[in-house]
């Protein structure tokens, strides 16, 4: 069969032969058993309806195996012959153009280039799944490629609920993944859901078919080393940024590093993801011993170098060492996936890899109790270091948030420890270091409405993306000459980003460049785009953004740390947002429970929009984004934020019908 013709049969008729286990590819973690015999029944029934009763008993034993195994029914028999990467548009089958960019979109974040676990159908983060089971990704591609423009498929956590008549301006598909009642948004209320087969984590970019590789996290993080620098007045030149997580997001730190100027050094256990890593280019060396990683970094630091360093073993170890060692430390964070403590997102020191792994599956509580005391003892070395002026930040990823749940020394004095019932952190939670947003990304970038824009060619032609960056760089340099002082700075750091995009060898599957815009940023470079496409000058563009952006994401230690009206620990901005997508001409909308800082820590939304040359595509562009960003700057306006303040009136001066509800400012002399 062609691979059109494999696409539109979706789940086949005859059993394909069973599929042997492939120990070349990086797997997930086997999942903790937490199912009862009658909920395991519940899974295979779940899984099996799939399925013509006629293959039921051929399946079933096979399925039974999956699920005792690896503690999940990823169905493998049932994954694809053909090659999974992002092919050109016109090689996908299908009644609606926009049908198949998002099949090239989903194909992208499996591309074995760029998912994390491809054969379970996660992209990144250990557990940002794409779909539960191989079942669901044939079943979906199928419904695509036969979608017409005036039909709508929903999505129920990677389950294809079907496809509903709707109309051409609707969204072709709506993306819901862990979408739990509340009082259920408990880790293991995870565990259990997903593998019973009816929820899934979505992550962020990962379920809403968005994710570009590592470059997309390569460029916010060079802006956050950029500032984090800025912010402790010195040049990034020979100054050290200690750090860990060479996995889907986080290996992107050591190229942001090389990028930026600095001296990086990042730990990992994992020896197959560390030397993927550096057989992409993402690190330059690899150490596996501490005293030779000393010597290293003192002599990169004597000669002012720029340089990225793997260090292969625990970051707890590292930190102590360097602590040691008196080696000073000038920007210091951690990227593993504390999201997912107990499913293989952060590892315990003094205890193998593999060895974890076995623990993790066979003796969860052990394996909980070690994590906590290493995660305590690495608190306990940052905070020496920090005495000595490191400038540590939380990048977002829960570590402060778990380091805290494990009683580690991470809290202000003032902060009441767990305020809540559930043992969550709650109002009243106030750290030691702050979020990267409260200190960076939010004032600087995020409240001016500067947020991490991004677009695929789906040509898949090089040559596509280079006049997409020669465009972009154009309208931005134009912004530029009378752009306000107060965005000057973000200006002039993605000219030279997007300048500098196609020397750093960035991309990794599909024909993608990310970098960070306002809402005229984006349209302007939007419209131009669509321009290009009359002209034939390019195909067809995919238009998106990561969820961790300006108004896409409630997030209380991350998107959304630097609100303090008491407002941080809702969640309307992220559902207005995905509302108002969803009917302002989005191609497909997304929103999801967890991403990033765990299951029931956050919501978040996101997008994506096909630019085919239309009027139509450039009415539904300059309608949507210009709402997508000012949604989230006029609420960071109303809680009072400078920035965003000064933006949100921009953008009225701008929009006459746009009229947002102003702060008025309290003396506080008044409540004294």
């Given at each position: 069969?062609?691979?059109?013709?494999?696409?539109?049969?979706?789940?086949?008729?005859?059993?394909?032969?069973?599929?042997p286990f492939d120990a070349n590819i990086n797997h997930a973690p086997k999942r903790k058993e937490i199912l009862t015999e009658e909920e395991k029944k519940l899974a295979l029934r779940n899984a099996?309806?799939?399925?013509?009763?006629?293959?039921?008993?051929?399946?079933?034993?096979?399925?039974?195996?999956?699920?005792?195994?690896?503690?999940?029914?990823?169905?493998?028999?049932?994954?694809?012959?053909?090659?999974?990467?992002?092919?050109?548009?016109?090689?996908?089958?299908?009644?609606?153009?926009?049908?198949?960019?998002?099949?090239?979109?989903?194909?992208?974040?499996?591309?074995?280039?760029?998912?994390?676990?491809?054969?379970?159908?996660?992209?990144?983060?250990?557990?940002?799944?794409?779909?539960?089971?191989?079942?669901?990704?044939?079943?979906?591609?199928?419904?695509?490629?036969?979608?017409?423009?005036?039909?709508?498929?929903?999505?129920?956590?990677?389950?294809?609920?079907?496809?509903?008549?709707?109309?051409?301006?609707?969204?072709?598909?709506?993306?819901?993944?862990?979408?739990?009642?509340?009082?259920?948004?408990?880790?293991?209320?995870?565990?259990?859901?997903?593998?019973?087969?009816?929820?899934?984590?979505?992550?962020?970019?990962?379920?809403?078919?968005?994710?570009?590789?590592?470059?997309?996290?390569?460029?916010?993080?060079?802006?956050?080393?950029?500032?984090?620098?800025?912010?402790?007045?010195?040049?990034?030149?020979?100054?050290?940024?200690?750090?860990?997580?060479?996995?889907?997001?986080?290996?992107?730190?050591?190229?942001?590093?090389?990028?930026?100027?600095?001296?990086?050094?990042?730990?990992?256990?994992?020896?197959?993801?560390?030397?993927?890593?550096?057989?992409?280019?993402?690190?330059?060396?690899?150490?596996?011993?501490?005293?030779?990683?000393?010597?290293?970094?003192?002599?990169?630091?004597?000669?002012?170098?720029?340089?990225?360093?793997?260090?292969?073993?625990?970051?707890?170890?590292?930190?102590?060492?360097?602590?040691?060692?008196?080696?000073?430390?000038?920007?210091?964070?951690?990227?593993?996936?504390?999201?997912?403590?107990?499913?293989?997102?952060?590892?315990?020191?003094?205890?193998?890899?593999?060895?974890?792994?076995?623990?993790?599956?066979?003796?969860?509580?052990?394996?909980?109790?070690?994590?906590?005391?290493?995660?305590?003892?690495?608190?306990?070395?940052?905070?020496?270091?920090?005495?000595?002026?490191?400038?540590?930040?939380?990048?977002?990823?829960?570590?402060?948030?778990?380091?805290?749940?494990?009683?580690?020394?991470?809290?202000?004095?003032?902060?009441?420890?767990?305020?809540?019932?559930?043992?969550?952190?709650?109002?009243?939670?106030?750290?030691?270091?702050?979020?990267?947003?409260?200190?960076?990304?939010?004032?600087?970038?995020?409240?001016?409405?500067?947020?991490?824009?991004?677009?695929?060619?789906?040509?898949?032609?090089?040559?596509?993306?280079?006049?997409?960056?020669?465009?972009?760089?154009?309208?931005?340099?134009?912004?530029?000459?009378?752009?306000?002082?107060?965005?000057?700075?973000?200006?002039?750091?993605?000219?030279?980003?997007?300048?500098?995009?196609?020397?750093?060898?960035?991309?990794?599957?599909?024909?993608?460049?990310?970098?960070?815009?306002?809402?005229e940023g984006r349209m302007k470079i939007a419209e131009a785009f669509n321009q290009a496409i009359v002209k034939g000058e390019i195909g067809a563009v995919v238009l998106g953004r990561d969820h961790?952006?300006?108004?896409?994401?409630?997030?209380?230690?991350?998107?959304?740390?630097?609100?303090?009206?008491?407002?941080?620990?809702?969640?309307?901005?992220?559902?207005?947002?995905?509302?108002?997508?969803?009917f302002r001409g989005a191609t497909w909308v997304s929103i999801h429970n967890g991403g990033g800082v765990g299951w029931g820590e956050v919501i978040n939304g996101g997008f994506g929009m096909v630019?085919?040359?239309?009027?139509?595509?450039?009415?539904?562009?300059?309608?949507?984004?210009?709402?997508?960003?000012?949604?989230?700057?006029?609420?960071?306006?109303?809680?009072?934020?400078?920035?965003?303040?000064?933006?949100?009136?921009?953008?009225?001066?701008?929009?006459?019908?746009?009229?947002?509800?102003?702060?008025?400012?309290?003396?506080?002399?008044?409540?004294?």
């Open positions: 069969m062609t691979f059109q013709e494999q696409i539109q049969q979706g789940i086949p008729f005859i059993l394909p032969q069973p599929k099996l309806r799939y399925f013509e009763p006629k293959h039921h008993e051929e399946l079933l034993p096979e399925f039974r195996n999956e699920l005792e195994t690896y503690g999940r029914i990823y169905m493998y028999r049932f994954r694809p012959d053909y090659k999974m990467y992002a092919r050109p548009i016109s090689e996908y089958p299908g009644k609606s153009e926009q049908a198949k960019a998002i099949m090239l979109m989903i194909q992208n974040n499996l591309d074995y280039a760029v998912a994390q676990h491809p054969h379970e159908l996660i992209t990144y983060g250990g557990n940002g799944a794409v779909f539960q089971n191989w079942a669901q990704y044939l079943l979906t591609m199928k419904y695509l490629s036969e979608m017409t423009d005036e039909q709508t498929l929903t999505m129920y956590s990677g389950h294809p609920m079907g496809l509903f008549p709707s109309h051409k301006d609707a969204p072709r598909v709506v993306v819901t993944n862990g979408m739990v009642i509340p009082n259920y948004s408990q880790p293991n209320d995870w565990e259990r859901m997903n593998a019973l087969g009816v929820s899934q984590y979505g992550q962020m970019t990962a379920g809403s078919y968005m994710y570009i590789g590592p470059q997309g996290i390569v460029h916010g993080t060079t802006i956050t080393v950029l500032n984090g620098f800025r912010k402790i007045k010195r040049s990034p030149k020979g100054g050290l940024f200690v750090t860990s997580g060479l996995g889907g997001m986080s290996g992107a730190q050591p190229k942001a590093g090389n990028i930026a100027g600095c001296i990086t050094v990042c730990a990992e256990v994992n020896p197959k993801i560390t030397h993927i890593r550096h057989s992409q280019g993402w690190i330059n060396e690899i150490i596996e011993n501490l005293d030779e990683l000393v010597q290293r970094v003192n002599l990169a630091k004597a000669n002012n170098e720029t340089v990225s360093i793997a260090y292969l073993g625990n970051v707890v170890d590292l930190w102590e060492r360097f602590n040691e060692e008196n080696l000073y430390i000038d920007l210091g964070s951690d990227q593993t996936s504390l999201h997912n403590p107990w499913a293989g997102g952060y590892y315990p020191v003094g205890v193998s890899f593999e060895e974890a792994n076995a623990m993790m599956a066979n003796n969860p509580d052990l394996f909980k109790e070690k994590v906590q005391e290493t995660l305590r003892r690495h608190a306990a070395a940052i905070n020496k270091h920090t005495a000595k002026g490191t400038y540590f930040f939380d990048y977002g990823n829960a570590f402060l948030l778990e380091a805290s749940r494990a009683g580690a020394d991470v809290l202000k004095e003032e902060s009441i420890a767990f305020p809540s019932p559930s043992g969550r952190a709650g109002v009243g939670i106030d750290f030691k270091y702050p979020s990267y947003v409260q200190d960076i990304m939010g004032p600087m970038c995020f409240d001016y409405g500067f947020g991490p824009f991004r677009w695929v060619c789906t040509s898949g032609k090089r040559e596509d993306l280079a006049k997409t960056d020669a465009i972009a760089s154009q309208v931005l340099e134009e912004m530029a000459k009378t752009a306000p002082i107060e965005i000057q700075q973000q200006m002039q750091d993605n000219i030279q980003w997007i300048k500098g995009a196609q020397e750093n060898k960035l991309v990794v599957g599909s024909q993608a460049r990310i970098l960070y815009a306002d809402a961790h952006d300006v108004s896409g994401t409630d997030s209380p230690y991350r998107e959304t740390s630097n609100i303090y009206d008491g407002s941080r620990f809702t969640a309307d901005m992220a559902i207005q947002n995905v509302i108002g997508d969803s630019l085919d040359g239309t009027p139509e595509a450039s009415r539904r562009l300059t309608s949507m984004l210009f709402w997508d960003v000012n949604n989230g700057i006029s609420r960071r306006s109303w809680a009072r934020n400078e920035g965003a303040v000064f933006a949100i009136k921009r953008a009225m001066e701008v929009e006459p019908l746009l009229k947002v509800t102003l702060p008025n400012l309290v003396n506080d002399e008044l409540l004294k």
